[in-house]
């Protein structure tokens, strides 16, 4: 069945830095890989979308790679602010399929 | 309203109790879904729904979760003979159409379920 592995601890950065972030799966290849960002005690909320035949998708502060070679995706947010502190969840969907694939979440904490 | 809810936010039920918990989607969404979140984890999915149509419900991880949605807007997911290990953060997700994610899901805050 699909894995998909996001780093387990946390990830501190200083404000101002870029916080990268990395999601990588088993298996085959999603048609789209989305990323979410969940608040405490909050349902996630969707941030990107990237699809198979993308590269890179960006949004602001924030950028999707997406490499299907080596089956990972990686997600930055430029000039990084402490209210960019969250988990964020890497999740998969294929294109026959109509539920997502989250991946455990990464918790990001940016210092000032 | 503007976004998904949920209601109860917190329940905490004794174990073999049965509970329902409740999703308001988002007006004219077609879909549907169901997940659970354990502590510490990302959302599973539970089951999904088109319409008023149970499409898929392959991660119901038992005969005990029940859930339906039989007018096409509310749904309901029902726990039977709760056990401790129910006890997670049931999230409810609708989205516009029933085109297969080309389209934002939207979360509700989610029922934090405790079963002592």
């Known amino acids: 069945s699909q894995k998909i592995e996001q780093n387990s601890e946390a990830l501190n950065i200083q404000e101002g830095k870029t916080a990268t972030l990395t999601c990588n799966y088993t298996n085959y290849s999603p048609a789209y890989l989305q990323w979410y960002r969940q608040d405490p005690g909050r349902g996630p909320v969707f941030l990107l979308l990237i699809r198979e035949n993308e590269k890179e998708k960006r949004k602001e502060r924030l950028k999707v790679t997406f490499d299907t070679t080596l089956k990972q995706s990686l997600f930055h947010i430029t000039a990084s602010q402490p209210a960019d502190s969250a988990t964020y969840l890497c999740a998969l969907s294929y294109s026959s399929a109509s539920k997502i694939i989250f991946g455990s979440g990464t918790r990001l904490s940016i210092r000032p | 309203g503007a976004g998904v809810s949920q209601s109860p936010r917190y329940k905490v039920a004794k174990r073999g109790q049965d509970v329902a918990l409740r999703c308001d989607p988002i007006s004219g969404h077609v879909s549907l879904f169901w997940y659970q979140q354990a502590l510490g984890q990302g959302p599973e999915f539970l089951t999904y729904?088109?319409?008023?149509?149970?499409?898929?419900k392959s991660g119901l991880p038992s005969d005990r979760f029940f859930a339906e949605r039989p007018e096409g807007s509310v749904s309901t997911l029902k726990i039977q003979r709760t056990q401790q290990e129910d006890s997670a953060v049931y999230l409810c997700a609708s989205r516009s159409t029933g085109q297969t994610l080309q389209e934002t899901q939207y979360f509700g805050p989610g029922t934090r379920l405790l079963v002592l």
């Open positions: 729904f088109q319409n008023e149509a149970q499409l898929d």
